[in-house]
């Protein structure tokens, strides 16, 4: 099984700054990685799948890159909607795997 | 537009069985692949299943199998997931949801409580 590690944990920013999130694979996932949104009492919600493609609607302001083992999830100029937990998933192997996720909050 | 509902939940004891199921609409549901993903109360998202779009494909959690079993009637637009031998750690929100490279559209989601 291929184990998803997400960090940091938490992570406290200030509305208008930049937030960066990693997540490394235990191995080569390729591009086969997708980040999540979600927000409490909600189901998630797709904003990067293929490592870089946003998904339909998802502001520009979020970007993904990597590719391999080491994964990053940017947020430019953080909004008050944005602050949430966010997963990365490999979707290169099965078991299909999920980050522990890291929590953006105000700072 | 994309719409999945989920339903089926609710408290059982350990060692029964329940049947959830997701209906979907909005898409031509029998040309994509889907998956059930849970989530414990309070903890992270762990994906339980995936059928691929005609059923002939499944792949299961370890923590899931050989006690779950994912299926889908195209005829009715509906994916369902049977769970056998339910055990406390299998309390979670159940969610269904579209693969479109990721999860691309989820189900509310429905509350699994397994407890005597």
């Known amino acids: 099984e291929i184990v998803m590690t997400q960090s940091p944990a938490t992570l406290s920013v200030s509305p208008g700054e930049r937030a960066t999130l990693s997540c490394r694979a235990s191995q080569s996932v390729s591009s086969n990685l997708a980040w999540y949104q979600q927000k409490p009492g909600q189901a998630p919600r797709l904003l990067i799948s293929g490592a870089s493609t946003r998904a339909t609607g998802v502001p520009a302001r979020f970007s993904g890159s990597g590719s391999g083992t080491e994964f990053t999830l940017t947020i430019n100029s953080l909004q008050s909607e944005d602050f949430a937990i966010y997963y990365c998933?490999?979707?290169?192997?099965?078991?299909?795997?999920f980050g522990g996720g890291t929590k953006v909050e105000i700072k | 537009q994309v719409h999945l509902v989920d339903s089926g939940g609710g408290v059982v004891q350990p060692g029964r069985s329940l049947r959830l199921s997701c209906a979907a609409s909005g898409f031509t549901f029998r040309s994509y692949d889907m998956h059930w993903v849970r989530q414990a109360p309070g903890k992270g998202l762990e994906w339980v299943a995936l059928?691929?779009?005609?059923?002939?494909?499944?792949y299961y959690a370890d923590s899931v199998k050989g006690r779950f079993t994912i299926s889908r009637d195209n005829s009715k637009n509906t994916l369902y997931l049977q769970m056998n031998s339910l055990r406390a750690e299998d309390t979670a929100v159940y969610y269904c949801?579209?693969?479109?490279?990721?999860?691309?559209?989820w189900g509310q989601g429905t509350l699994v409580t397994v407890s005597s």
């Open positions: 949801a579209r693969d479109g490279g990721g999860a691309d559209y």
């Open positions: 059928i691929s779009y005609d059923g002939t494909d499944k």
């Open positions: 998933q490999q979707y290169n192997n099965w078991p299909l795997t």
